[in-house]
């Protein structure tokens, strides 16, 4: 039996819990050191399948006002896939008029999740 033993700090609140979590072959076995059960299930996906948000910009064609457009993921993607929906984000361009929560690049990567505005333009 392999054991391991990881420690994180947790992301979910702004109390940033250290967490500790142990696993035996590769399956979490006890999570501890959180002070709410978000603590508990963030550290159990952390350390077998972590995701992320990515926040970027793209420019803005046809706006007088705006030249670029914040953006995001629509949900989480699998943290392995954070550069390849960077690189994915290089040539993309909004057109205007842009307002929250249009898709501005749908299935980012084959991930099923869309890349979205999150302000106007």
Do not use: W
């Not at 926040?55 to 064609?61: A, F, G, I, K």
């Not at 040539?91 to 898709?103: Q, S």
């Amino acid at each position: 039996m392999a054991r391991e033993t990881r420690e994180l700090t947790c992301i979910n609140c702004p109390l940033g819990c250290p967490l500790t979590v142990v696993l035996e072959d590769g399956e979490v076995i006890s999570v501890t050191g959180n002070t709410c059960p978000r603590g508990e299930s963030y550290g159990r996906k952390e350390v077998t399948n972590p995701t992320r948000i990515v926040t970027s910009s793209v420019p803005v064609d046809g706006s007088a006002s705006e030249r670029m457009v914040s953006v995001k993921t629509a949900s989480d993607i699998p943290k392995d896939m954070i550069f390849d929906v960077v690189r994915a984000l290089k040539d993309v361009r909004a057109t205007a008029p842009v307002a929250i929560g249009d898709v501005v690049l749908a299935d980012v990567c084959g991930t099923g999740v869309d890349i979205v505005a999150t302000k106007g333009a």
